[in-house]
């Protein structure tokens, strides 16, 4: 079988009609690439024939919001990657209206709630949406480092305490005579420390237990797991060790820290509190 066909084989034995795309085009199929839009069209076309009628969602990140832009439904761009713009302005048939982790897809649309302080990794997100619905996530060339739902992992284990609560206020544009006032809760890295995560290790334990699937041909490299799968096995990971998706560098400092002040981490440990 060619790496496609294992591809498709792989998605009809995990059954789920969503699938959640990070991208980097540099390492997805074998397709020549070019500085023309026919170069984005030929990888979604490739992407949404692996498929029939699957429900499809990429990022539409955009960090601005976090610095004070309005977070505008329609018009906002994606900055995650040249696929994710092309898809969401030329495919999707809707955006999930959370500022910064918004999503474009087509499909069914998540029903999110905007009126009350968005957690965008909460019981509430689309990440939650995403585990309910037994949905699978794949990484289209694209490294486990770009997989955000480890950060819904985080919030939802209540066991994080290397991050802390940092609360936005904004607006999101929800048409053009339309804003909303929102607030939008964020647990951050710690501001000026060294956080970063074990990739090698994370992705190492997901193959090895069967959780992740590998398709490698060439350049091209893909990764395929059930987010149900996945969330539940990064639970019980961090149910065991609440520091189990760092690297060495940031437990050596992290580990003490904790220890010294015997709670989880704070936004006044890192940062002053701004007056509202």
Known sequence: MTIKEQIQHKLIELGSNTILIHSDLMCGFNIPFSRNKSFLISH????MSLKKEA????????????????????????????????????EAE??????????????EQPILDISET?????????FHHLYINDSILMHYGSTLNSSTILHYVERISNRLSYRYDKLFHGKISISN????????????????????YDINKIEKDLLENGV?????EGQTRIL??????????????????????????????????????GRPFILTDFEKQKEL
């Open 177 to 196: 005579d339309k804003e909303i006032d929102v607030k939008f809760n964020y647990h951050v890295r710690p501001l000026g420390e060294h956080l970063e």
């Open 212 to 216: 992740l699937s590998l398709f490698k």
């Open 55 to 90: 429900s499809i969602w990429m990022p539409a990140f955009n960090y601005d919001f976090l610095k004070g832009a309005v977070f505008n439904i329609e018009k906002t761009p994606s900055k995650v990657g040249v696929l994710t713009e092309h898809f969401r302005k030329t």
């Open 224 to 261: 395929i797991a059930k987010v149900t799968d996945l969330t539940n096995f990064w639970k019980s990971k961090m149910e065991q060790d609440s520091l189990y998706f760092l690297d060495n560098q940031s437990k050596i400092w992290i580990e003490p820290f904790l220890d010294k002040v």
């Open 94 to 107: 809707w955006r999930t209206p959370i500022p910064v982790f918004s999503f474009a897809g087509i499909g």
């Open 44 to 47: 979604i076309a490739e992407l």
């Open 118 to 126: 968005i957690d965008p990794f909460g019981l509430k997100s689309a």
